[in-house]
């Protein structure tokens, strides 16, 4: 199967400027490929600079705050990766002196990386032989091989891994790796893949069988579920109460407004009712504003209600609270959710 070469001639020819590929080195390749795990590259860009510029190598991340590090993430999602990001960082620096581990097997031990982001920084960095398999990859391997097998089970999977191992170029095994993920980004996409312009596409065995509408083949999708919230955003004299989301969960450490979770939109209240630490009131809280957000695996819909209040309690349903003054709310590290609302009517805090 003439596989290799014409995808590494067409990677010569059409390869992507990323700052990243302009040198070798395995901290600004891994700070790419991590901001890179869930996010499109026109958007990860400015990420990366923004990262690059205000921590140019990695022991000056590892002196980073979680703080500072979730804000300059702000907007990306997926914070998880962040705060992964930030261990690892501190780790390389006090427990390896500052010397990135160079093989995919040290790689993936470090935190939030997987077998393809080891096999990527590995491959790219160091140039060990291994392929990076990621959804890219996926589909290139198994349209291009036929394979008809789910992808997303183990048999189908370990067909994708051995195939792209053994056409990997042990030469040029980074080069090899980026030139797949670019062809799966650029040629062969999702939907209506651009066969008539692909360097493979004389030996490509789903091409030749009519399935690349088929192929990659899924048995399986996430199970996405409803999550209802009701926010109080609680001021008193151009404060407002802000409490960190302490419990495990994409949003860890990240700041929102006291919450109510309600499991069912059937025994929604009309109001949420107002928390015993707040003064007696006579207003009723108001709704501002319903967002509808959704995670990977979460619809959220969220209501904001508004109510001014004259005490400045600690707490706020048992969760500690911080009163933070309206002009200083842009420095906290908050959901996108939040963001959305916050842009929108920061006006109603004046
Ligand atoms: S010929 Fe079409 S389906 Fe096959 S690898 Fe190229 S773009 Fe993908």
Known sequence: MNFTSPLLNWY?????????????????????????????VEQGMAYYYAFVERYPGIRQMADATEDEV????????????????????????R??????????????????????????????AFNEPIAAVDGNVLRVISRFFGIQDPVDKPD????????ANEYLNRLRPGDFNQ?????????????????????????????????TDKIPMKQGKTKVSEWHLDYLVLTNKG???MKQRTRQGVWKNLWDF???????????????????????STQIPELLATFSHKLSHRDITARFFLLHISNTPDTINGQNVIWTPKKRFGELAVPILIEKFWSKHQQNFD
């Not at 006291?258 to 007696?280: G, L, Q, W, Y």
């Open 258 to 280: 006291p919450e109510t979770n309600i499991s069912s939109p059937t025994v929604r209240d009309e109001f949420p009712e107002i928390p015993s630490e707040i003064s007696h």
């Open 156 to 163: 189908g999977r370990s067909q994708v891994d051995t195939l």
């Open 95 to 124: 427990q390896l002196n500052g010397s990135f581990p160079s093989t995919a097997k040290e790689i993936q031990k470090l935190k939030g990386i997987g077998p393809y982001t080891a096999a990527a920084i590995a491959s790219i």
């Open 179 to 211: 030139a797949i993920m670019d062809l799966g980004s650029q040629v062969c996409k999702p939907r209506n893949p651009l066969c008539s312009s692909c360097p493979i596409q004389k030996d490509c065995m789903a091409n030749a069988l009519g399935l």
């Open 70 to 93: 979730l804000k300059l993430w702000q907007g990306l999602g997926y914070y998880s990766r962040a705060r992964n990001m930030l261990h690892t960082a501190q780790f390389v620096t």
């Open 239 to 241: 404060h407002i109460a």
């Open 12 to 40: 010569d020819a059409h390869s992507r400027n990323l700052p990243w590929r302009e040198q070798k080195d395995p901290y600004k390749i891994w700070l790419s490929e991590i901001i890179l795990q869930q996010t499109r």
